[in-house]
């Protein structure tokens, strides 16, 4: 595509590109050559004329994300490539006509190789999140390559764009069908036989957290006979695990009406009233309910939204998350059980894990790590790209 405008890059900052990080930061830039707008594909070579890579022009500093570090003959090729090889991908992981679990993510931006894009798979429904202006505007032909992929198996495609797409782009997105003509925008999906209604159109993030359905199931295996608190519940998943899982009681907290109400209708579409009856609901501030609730509980969940967006904030994040372990290591019975979590991508494990150790320190309580949780399989990572492994968790034991 040599009629791409181009990016010079500095002969020190080479070796960053040539290592295969998907992002050139604009101080790495020596020189332009064209004119080059906001989302527009770009070409990055060195001082001595050498091609390092292709992606996507961006305001900020990130000025390059790269979509290929080989030179490529058209974006649809490299487009149709890319989607192709993350279904084979999820064809090996067994989530392709899997009859027990049917929701998945397709696409994981960097670790996909297509930086700024989500697609999660509801059933036959795809959502399509853009997190750059550049991808966006390849999104009808994404849409079309899906519904090649799938055949018959795709009935619809959503973007659901407008809220991730950057404040200083100039587009206005507007959220809707690319392709299909159902007038509802949520389903019924299946996690390993647990049922779920995702609501994409009103949703957090594309509709459900399916960065934590492993972390789910594990959950559930150690519920049973415990009294169990979900914090931060949004739909309720790990409520739902429990209840499968044998639990004696479970509480659910949010501080969304909501989600308190997806979480009521997800407990119901999976258990007799029996089994309802032991799961109550809460709407409200998680800190607060921590600090009134009686220490009785078996098993918490500390599932909380990014503390931290940017590097700024995490100064503020990491005494946010030592305050809310704390007041959760005082709630739990000797032996109790804590699986917390922390989805700021500026919060490293080490970070995540100081954070909790000074609330450990603090409880004053003997603490162990019994496993390091993260995202699973169709959230895959690139090994150039550490920031892309966001999702970190601790299961601690609390004595």
């Given at each position: 595509?040599?009629?791409?405008?181009?990016?010079?890059?500095?002969?020190?900052?080479?070796?960053?590109?040539?290592?295969?990080?998907?992002?050139?930061?604009?101080?790495?830039?020596?020189?332009?050559?064209?004119?080059?707008?906001?989302?527009?594909?770009?070409?990055?070579?060195?001082?001595?004329?050498?091609?390092?890579?292709?992606?996507?022009?961006?305001?900020?500093?990130?000025?390059?994300?790269?979509?290929?570090?080989?030179?490529?003959?058209?974006?649809?090729?490299?487009?149709?490539?890319?989607?192709?090889?993350?279904?084979?991908?999820?064809?090996?992981?067994?989530?392709?006509?899997?009859?027990?679990?049917?929701?998945?993510?397709?696409?994981?931006?960097?670790?996909?190789?297509?930086?700024?894009?989500?697609?999660?798979?509801?059933?036959?429904?795809?959502?399509?999140?853009?997190?750059?202006?550049?991808?966006?505007?390849?999104?009808?032909?994404?849409?079309?390559?899906?519904?090649?992929?799938?055949?018959?198996?795709?009935?619809?495609?959503?973007?659901?764009?407008?809220?991730?797409?950057?404040?200083?782009?100039?587009?206005?997105?507007?959220?809707?069908?690319?392709?299909?003509?159902?007038?509802?925008?949520?389903?019924?999906?299946?996690?390993?036989?647990?049922?779920?209604?995702?609501?994409?159109?009103?949703?957090?993030?594309?509709?459900?957290?399916?960065?934590?359905?492993?972390?789910?199931?594990?959950?559930?295996?150690?519920?049973?006979?415990?009294?169990?608190?979900?914090?931060?519940?949004?739909?309720?998943?790990?409520?739902?695990?429990?209840?499968?899982?044998?639990?004696?009681?479970?509480?659910?907290?949010?501080?969304?009406?909501?989600?308190m109400e997806w979480t009521d209708r997800n407990i119901a579409a999976n258990f007799d009233a029996e089994r309802?009856?032991?799961?109550?609901?809460?709407?409200?501030?998680?800190?607060?309910?921590?600090?009134?609730?009686d220490r009785d509980y078996d098993a918490i969940v500390l599932d909380p939204p990014a503390f931290a967006k940017?590097?700024?904030?995490?100064?503020?994040?990491?005494?946010?998350?030592?305050?809310?372990?704390?007041?959760?290591?005082?709630?739990?019975?000797?032996?109790?059980?804590?699986?917390?979590?922390?989805?700021?991508?500026?919060?490293?494990?080490?970070?995540?894990?100081?954070?909790?150790?000074?609330?450990?320190?603090?409880?004053?309580?003997?603490?162990?790590?019994?496993?390091?949780?993260?995202?699973?399989?169709?959230?895959?990572?690139?090994?150039?790209?550490?920031?892309?492994?966001?999702?970190?968790?601790?299961?601690?034991?609390?004595?």
């Amino acid at each position: 595509m040599s009629s791409l405008p181009r990016a010079i890059i500095y002969r020190k900052k080479v070796d960053a590109v040539q290592r295969f990080h998907p992002w050139i930061f604009s101080g790495a830039i020596a020189k332009m050559q064209g004119e080059v707008q906001d989302g527009d594909l770009i070409e990055a070579y060195s001082e001595d004329g050498k091609f390092l890579a292709m992606g996507l022009w961006g305001l900020g500093s990130i000025a390059i994300k790269v979509l290929s570090f080989q030179p490529v003959e058209t974006i649809q090729q490299l487009l149709s490539d890319r989607l192709n090889q993350a279904y084979a991908l999820r064809k090996q992981l067994g989530l392709i006509d899997n009859s027990e679990t049917n929701c998945y993510r397709l696409i994981n931006s960097e670790g996909d190789s297509l930086a700024g894009l989500i697609i999660d798979m509801y059933g036959d429904t795809a959502v399509l999140q853009c997190h750059a202006l550049g991808i966006y505007r390849y999104r009808r032909e994404i849409a079309e390559i899906l519904k090649e992929i799938y055949r018959g198996g795709l009935q619809a495609v959503y973007d659901k764009s407008s809220a991730t797409l950057s404040r200083k782009s100039q587009t206005q997105s507007q959220d809707g069908l690319l392709i299909g003509d159902r007038s509802n925008e949520s389903a019924e999906v299946l996690e390993y036989g647990h049922r779920f209604i995702v609501d994409w159109e009103r949703g957090q993030k594309t509709g459900f957290f399916l960065d934590q359905r492993e972390n789910r199931c594990l959950f559930g295996k150690y519920a049973k006979d415990k009294k169990v608190l979900n914090t931060f519940c949004y739909s309720g998943g790990f409520s739902v695990y429990a209840v499968a899982g044998g639990a004696k009681e479970v509480h659910s907290i949010d501080s969304s009406v909501k989600a308190m109400e997806w979480t009521d209708r997800n407990i119901a579409a999976n258990f007799d009233a029996e089994r309802q009856a032991i799961h109550t609901s809460f709407t409200g501030d998680v800190f607060d309910f921590l600090k009134q609730c009686d220490r009785d509980y078996d098993a918490i969940v500390l599932d909380p939204p990014a503390f931290a967006k940017s590097l700024s904030a995490r100064h503020s994040a990491m005494q946010a998350y030592r305050r809310l372990n704390l007041q959760a290591m005082s709630k739990l019975k000797s032996g109790g059980l804590l699986f917390t979590f922390s989805c700021s991508q500026v919060v490293n494990v080490e970070n995540f894990t100081g954070a909790v150790t000074a609330a450990a320190i603090e409880s004053g309580r003997t603490i162990r790590i019994l496993d390091h949780l993260n995202h699973p399989a169709d959230h895959p990572t690139s090994i150039f790209h550490p920031e892309g492994s966001y999702l970190k968790g601790l299961v601690l034991s609390v004595v």
